[in-house]
């Protein structure tokens, strides 16, 4: 399926968005990390000509879609926003600040993955990529972090529900990418 300029302008629109946002919560690094989600969610969807089907990727988003969940939670529980400062040098953002409103609504947007999908929107892709990449390579930084802690390496908050999430959002890619209806 053939991108439209403005999906495409879009799309570019959104990635700098959240990179910036990124920046401006947590520092360089962190954006940098969301940048293999995002940049690379939008590179592999200008690159690859997605048409699958939502029912083709149903199983593997919602299963993924889950295990973020679970991973959110193991990272809150486990306090990763005040370790990633550590290694950051960058303040722990205010939950209550419009930049943290904002990059929640961007990350909210992978809720619309269904519908978008379902309707064929190339916006939709482009979220679906953005997702499974982001939970298949960005969160690998979970196994990185412990090299930047003055501990020896160990657990870093959020590592356990990556051994899973990550596999499952490579299950999701390779679904997307699978050619399942003819334009």
């Known amino acids: 399926m053939k991108k439209n300029l403005p999906a495409i302008i879009f799309?570019?629109?959104f990635t700098i968005s959240v990179l910036i946002l990124g920046y401006i919560l947590l520092g360089l690094l962190p954006m940098f990390l969301f940048a293999f989600g995002f940049l690379g969610g939008f590179i592999i969807w200008l690159a690859i000509p997605s048409t699958t089907l939502f029912e083709?990727?149903?199983?593997?988003y919602f299963v993924t879609l889950l295990f973020f969940i679970l991973h959110k939670i193991e990272e809150r529980y486990f306090?990763?926003?005040?370790a990633l400062s550590k290694i950051t040098g960058v303040p722990v953002p205010e939950t209550n600040s419009l930049p943290v409103?904002?990059?929640y609504a961007f990350a909210g947007a992978w809720l619309l993955i269904p519908s978008l999908v379902g309707r064929r929107l190339q916006f939709g892709y482009y979220l679906a990529w953005t997702f499974f990449t982001s939970m298949g390579v960005t969160e690998l930084a979970h196994f990185i972090f412990p090299f930047f802690t003055q501990e020896p390496y160990g657990y870093f908050p959020?590592?356990?529900s990556v051994f899973f999430l990550?596999?499952?959002?490579?299950?999701?890619?390779?679904?997307?990418?699978r050619k399942g209806l003819i334009d």
Do not use: D
């Not at 083709?56 to 593997?60: L, M, N, S």
């Not at 306090?79 to 005040?82: A, C, I, R, T």
């Not at 990550?166 to 990418?177: D, K, T, V």
């Open 11 to 13: 799309a570019a629109l």
């Open 56 to 60: 083709t990727v149903k199983v593997p």
């Open 79 to 82: 306090e990763f926003f005040p």
């Open 101 to 103: 409103y904002l990059l």
């Open 158 to 160: 959020g590592m356990a």
């Open 166 to 177: 990550a596999p499952l959002a490579w299950w999701g890619m390779y679904s997307l990418s």
